[in-house]
């Protein structure tokens, strides 16, 4: 279950961007996970419901996209995506060992449904 | 103001690990330090296979060392420890992978000048380690004769992360009706071009072969690094 330690990850890095923007709780937070990440969407879900309690994110739910793999083709000179973990161009069948995404997780965005107290929210923090 | 805010982020979820790892490979470059990752299934040979290429690295004067993750024994550091080589042991309290926060720990303090070869037994897992970088210079996979060939298309993402993969207990290939074509094709399938060996802790000229392979890409990653010595600059 490395899911646990990467939704730690994921509510400790967006109640830090949510503080910074004056946040008093977050609705929802979206998540792009490549397909060879190497980690499960489900029981992601199932750590940050665990990990977001006791946060701003107490109420935010995941948004999870999937991002699939594209490989480059050497026969063809082009990008692809692979629909399976098989690395072989769709239309070439050769080899695709260079890949070009499919390995990232990235928080995209997160959602603000509440701001703190009455203080000004000037401070623009974006990474 | 109680409208709803959208923030773009746009953040690496693995930064602060990613940071992390990315110091301790610099510093394993400095120290010119071979840094090996080693991860499998529980029970295909991790420490059985170090053990042998520990020993041999002794035997051939490479100066080598290890750093094992175990859940909760130190079984595999007192196994490793009959090499004679400089063992030290990361209890996981039962974690499933090792993660470059818990290395940068048990490195601190080491000093790795001189040590050719660093390797790490990951906690044996074929799906939580591909994840976590821990500033290694190669992931070597292990894929062992009693598993079933059909264990790389299962983890296409550990064996798509490694740089070359070990067959191991080629001894028993015969009982096991191993069918080594179809393991290789599979490993080529999810990695295609990656280097496959077979050993066997069994056969020391099988673990030769490994520490040539090994000793070989070392040299090679040296060769690479020595070139341009403003590129450490870049960010
Ligand atoms: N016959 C044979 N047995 C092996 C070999 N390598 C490991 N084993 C046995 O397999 C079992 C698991 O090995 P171990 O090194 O503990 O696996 P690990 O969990 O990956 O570290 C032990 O009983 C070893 O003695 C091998 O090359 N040949
Ligand atoms: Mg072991
Ligand atoms: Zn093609």
Redesign the pocket.
């Known amino acids: 279950m490395h899911e646990l330690s990467i939704a730690t990850n994921i509510v400790s890095e967006v109640e830090a961007a949510a503080r910074a923007h004056n946040a008093a709780a977050v609705s929802s937070v979206t998540l792009a996970i490549g397909r060879l990440c190497g980690v499960v969407p489900g029981a992601l879900q199932f750590g940050f419901e665990i990990v977001r309690e006791g946060s701003l994110l107490a109420q935010a739910e995941l948004v999870i996209e999937e991002e699939p793999v594209v490989v480059w083709c050497p026969e063809g000179n082009h990008t692809v995506e692979l629909s399976d973990m098989a690395f072989r161009c769709p239309e070439h069948g050769c080899p695709t060992p260079e890949i070009l995404s499919g390995k990232g997780m990235e928080i995209l965005r997160f959602e603000i449904s509440n701001f703190a107290g009455t203080s000004d929210m000037k401070e623009e923090v974006t990474q | 103001m109680t409208t709803p805010r959208v923030v773009e982020l746009r953040k690496n979820v693995m930064n602060r690990h990613d940071r992390k790892a990315a110091l301790l490979r610099r510093y394993f470059q400095s120290t010119q330090t071979c840094v090996i990752n080693?991860v499998?299934?529980?029970?295909?040979?991790?420490?059985?296979?170090?053990?042998e290429i520990l020993r041999s690295m002794v035997d051939r004067g490479i100066a080598a060392a290890a750093l094992v993750g175990d859940c909760a024994t130190d079984?595999?550091a007192k196994?490793l420890e009959t090499s004679a080589a400089p063992v030290r042991q990361i209890v996981t309290e039962g974690l499933c992978h090792l993660e470059a926060t818990m290395l940068d720990e048990h490195v601190q303090g080491w000093d790795l000048n001189g040590i050719d070869f660093l390797f790490i037994?990951n906690v044996?897992n074929l799906v939580c380690p591909s994840a976590f970088d821990l500033g290694e210079s190669l992931r070597v996979v292990?894929l062992?004769v009693?598993e079933g060939e059909d264990k790389p298309l299962k983890y296409p993402q550990m064996f798509n992360s490694a740089d070359f993969a070990l067959l191991?207990?080629?001894?028993?290939a015969g009982p096991c009706e191993f069918d080594l074509a179809a393991a290789r094709d599979n490993i080529e399938t999810v990695s295609p071009g990656m280097t496959v060996l077979e050993?066997?802790?069994?056969?020391p000229q099988s673990v030769q072969a490994v520490v040539d392979h090994m000793v070989q890409l070392r040299q090679l990653d040296l060769g690479s690094q020595s070139v341009p010595t403003d590129s450490l600059s870049t960010t």
Not at chain 2, 40 to 51: C, H, M, N, R, Y
């Open positions: 080693l499998s299934s529980p029970g295909t040979g991790k420490t059985e296979l170090l053990t079984n595999d196994r037994e044996g292990l062992s009693t191991t207990k080629m001894d028993l050993t066997s802790a069994r056969n």
